[in-house]
DNA sequence: ATGAAAGCGCTAACAA
DNA sequence: TTGTTAGCGCTTTCAT
């Protein structure tokens, strides 16, 4: 009466067959005779059997599930990401079994062993550092792993990124050509990839045209600290301001132009430039109408998926880092040159 | 060399004990002698060993999966739920396995059917619209389901939900307080239940002071159609523009009050009163700082991971509909009456 | 307290 | 094309 999940043998019985004949009707590349296929299915359909994933899962080492480990989902660019990738692997077949993960260290490697233990078929970290350790372990058991928006030194990492240090060149291109005289940078967390490709393509295109990083502050990704990070930068004589400012993400370059304008009272752009990282959505929204890098995150999934699918499916797929480049999106909350047209 | 996956049996073997002893070991509430669990627990260590979840769940009939159901992450407001909602339940030893549906209805049903097949042991349903065939599956087979955000007439079905009809109804008060004249509302997907609770608390109130709803247009809970909604409510001359304007969800009011300042020049709170639902983060950001009702969400996951443990866990837990007040949160979109403090 | 043995529901050889 | 058989790695009786 309740708890009744039908199980292949049922299925066999009513159909008068033997349960691996059932077990092929529901096997993509099997055979079996017409006749069987339809004495099976109307009695799968009418019993209402549905093969069990587990089990199968079990004898086949195959559980098409993907171990998902995620951070924090305050900003933007995260759900959004994960949207486009849950719906491209379950075009595939595949099912996302998700993990959160504090920022903390331990809890990272906690959080991936649990996943493990599900036989998960890869996994995707994204934006968080994963231990050499802890790769090691992956790459053992044979469990493929892609980092995404964050790469490591390990060659033997797969990782998905957006072109970080032509983002930051980008940036510093378009704020010097707008005759910004005296560029600031707010830092996101200094231990991510991200954080240091773009400051160090910020920074060198400064030094390329002669010019260096006014002041800097570090914000660290959060809202917070991006708050105090302005104020610190800012909260200073009008003379001794920064004309610009590099923020490291989409997310805290909100927060740091409401310091500047309701806070401060500084004109956006006029008194200030604002550029931001991601062209998350409310990038575009015209409160804020944010001149910023779109990280491409469409491809940036499509890259991811290609990649983990190929190592659990293909043969010897090598790891690779991939980059992708994304435009610098022209909006409001900038000064733009005369001209200005790349 | 490589897929090299321990099995108990094997630590078994380099213990010197039986493989179900090496299950005792592992099993919260076994009984082993205190050197059996030590040598278990070296060669486990050495051996790098942890228990295949998955067997352990066909075994045990318990996989210590939920499956979440989730149509959008657009909207903020879910991001930050699930965040919570994977917190909470990793706490409890279990793990969301994901499926995104699209809102077409026989998506809905395919996807539950693929969660079903992994033997989850709960399901949580954000936003999305049940079948009745289907709610009758899961009660068949089992597995408890618990509606998020969303209600629907059947008692059978567990749901929590913030309250909607209250929440409509202060929205009313306060505008009405306010003294405004010509009270309009934008109204989320007409599907949703949260959307006809709230509109029909705000119409309620709204009546009982004798005044009536002076317009109304239909946003979707979609970004395009709450601006069309806009214009078409306030793209008019002026003396027949609302003064106020109750928005279904912060989502849409974002874009509301972007319509409305910088696309028709209308200036918010002074022209226009907009209160919006849930309190998103956004909803502070102070390029918004939107009045609105808070949908309490830490309350809300507590209430529905308790209610869906209690199924899964518990004896025969009756159904319930929960449904949990959040304030009005007062902001600076609208106009505030003189000595208005409930 | 411990080991032997029987499955959980399925896939994948292997025969026939 | 089919049925028979042997497990996948684990938990859980059942003896001991």
Redesign the pocket.
Known sequence: MSNS????????AAA?????????V??PG????P???AKVQQAARELG????????A?????SRMIGLVVAYLQNQFYPDAMEKLSSQLQEKGYHLLVFLAAQTDGDIDRVVSEILDYQVDGIIAASVAMSSDLSERCRQIGVPLVLFNRSQDDPSLSSVTSDNRAGGRQVAEFLLAGGHQRIAYIAGWEGASTQRDREAGFVAALQAAGQSLYARAVGNFKLEDAAAATRQLFDVPAGERPDAVFVANDHMAFKVMDVLRFELGLAVPEEVSVVGYDDVQAAGWQAYDLTTVRQPANQMVSETVRLLLAQIEGENTPPSQIEIGGPLVLRGSARIAKGWKR
Chains 1, 2 share one sequence.
Not at 5 to 12: K, N
Not at 16 to 24: C, T
């Open positions: 999940r039908i199980t292949a043998q049922q299925v066999a008068g067959v033997s349960q691996s004949a059932v077990s092929r529901f096997t099997a055979s079996a005779s006749r069987t296929v059997y549905r093969p069990n994933s587990l089990a199968r079990m004898v086949s080492g195959k």
